[in-house]
């Protein structure tokens, strides 16, 4: 038998096509037309005014951070159960943090817990978060318009981290054919190896604020001044992404839509096969549209302590790759200190979460060698 990977890149002829003429050109790393071309086409299909390529999700989320003012000391909300890059942003400027659980509907920030400590914090004359970190995670809109309507309330800054949920949209609501991480002040995405579309690494900065924009680009680029000699007004990043990397990016986004398409197919086979079984299935709720970046399933609850680990060997056993979701933040050493609220809903997820085989080109074949080893655990295991 072959092995089924857990999420890999869909890279054809077209990138191969547009990487070539980039390495041609002689542009090659962060001066050349795919940049910017990268940049125009990505915020016109999120519907985000102004996006700026950087070399990683992380530093677009650490250029949010720094335009946000972040000081030593300040406090950053930020969802708890999270890829640890999250929350490294706001540790980059020496932040303090204000850990929040996920809500068990949507497994993304429990916006009611923040609100309630908000008000706590404010009525006890205690500081306030400067800014709001909300995850979309897995690609599962996170409720970014109560978020932005509480940070209104409180004059707090609002940064989306949808690393993970690029395509993701809401279909009614007050967001109504809205894209993540164009809601709030500024937002972030990542186009890793294993991410929806790729640049082979990389990210984008998104916001509709011109001086944002134009202050995010300036930062990427070592904050270097237009002058003879090298004049740098302020201490900058080289964050900044290649040309080549933005040539791939062109190509993956003219077939986004594909990848989208392809990842919600996988989605639906994988939910019908599970349909009346104790395996718990990923959020699917009204007026929202995930594109199951890593479709992830919860191992039943009455199998103990231990049950994710061994449904993901027996998958090995027959050369399946799975993957455990996150530690939440709480739990990784360096932050085990700062305030948490809540926390039971991410360390669930966590003990219980395992994303599946689910890359764009996954063959229906492979996919029921799949969905065909998870029964046979669940029926070795009391059906």
Request: proline fraction near 4%; aromatic fraction near 8%; charge should be negative.
């Amino acid at each position: 038998m072959t092995r089924v990977p857990l999420a890999i890149p869909n890279i054809g002829a077209r990138e191969a096509e547009l990487m070539n003429e980039a390495i041609s050109s002689g542009f090659v790393s962060s001066v050349g037309r795919f940049v910017s071309e990268f940049e125009t086409r990505f915020a016109e299909y999120v519907g985000a005014k102004y996006a700026v390529a950087c070399a990683s999700g992380t530093a677009a989320l650490h250029i949010a951070m720094r335009l946000a003012d972040i000081q030593p000391g300040d406090m950053v909300a930020v969802s708890d159960f999270t890829f640890m890059a999250s929350s490294n942003a706001a540790s980059y400027q020496f932040a303090e943090l204000l850990l929040v659980d996920s809500d068990a509907e949507s497994w993304c920030m429990d916006v009611d817990l923040l609100r309630k400590e908000l008000e706590r914090r404010k009525a006890a004359g205690e500081k306030l978060p400067k800014a709001i970190e909300i995850v979309h995670i897995l690609g599962q809109p996170a409720d970014v318009a109560a978020v932005v309507e509480l940070a209104r309330e409180y004059g707090i800054i609002v940064i989306e981290d949808a690393a993970e949920a690029l395509g993701a949209t809401w279909t009614s609501g007050p967001l109504a054919g809205r894209h993540v991480g164009t809601v709030g002040d500024m937002g972030a995405f990542s186009f890793n190896g294993n991410k929806i579309m790729t640049t082979g690494g990389g990210g984008m900065f998104t916001t509709d604020d011109e001086e944002l924009a134009r202050r995010a680009k300036h930062l990427s680029t070592q904050a270097r001044m237009p002058d003879r000699g090298y004049l740098h007004d302020e201490i900058g990043f080289n964050y900044r992404l290649t040309n080549i990397a933005a040539a791939l990016g062109v190509a993956q986004l003219e077939r986004l839509d594909d990848f989208v398409a392809a990842k919600r197919a996988v989605a639906k086979r994988y939910n019908d096969a599970f349909a009346g079984t104790a395996i718990q299935t990923p959020p699917t709720l009204p007026g929202q549209e995930s594109t199951y970046w890593l479709y992830s399933i919860q191992v039943p609850a009455e199998r103990g302590p231990g049950a994710r680990d061994e449904l993901q060997d027996f998958l090995a056993e027959v050369d399946i790759e799975s993957r455990s979701l996150w530690r939440p933040l709480h739990m990784q050493p360096p932050l085990k200190n700062e305030p948490l609220l809540g926390g039971a809903v991410g360390e669930d997820l966590f003990a219980r979460g395992l994303s599946l085989p689910c890359s764009t080109e996954l063959t229906e074949a492979d996919q029921k060698r799949v969905i065909d080893r998870v029964h046979e655990w669940l029926q070795l295991n009391g059906g």
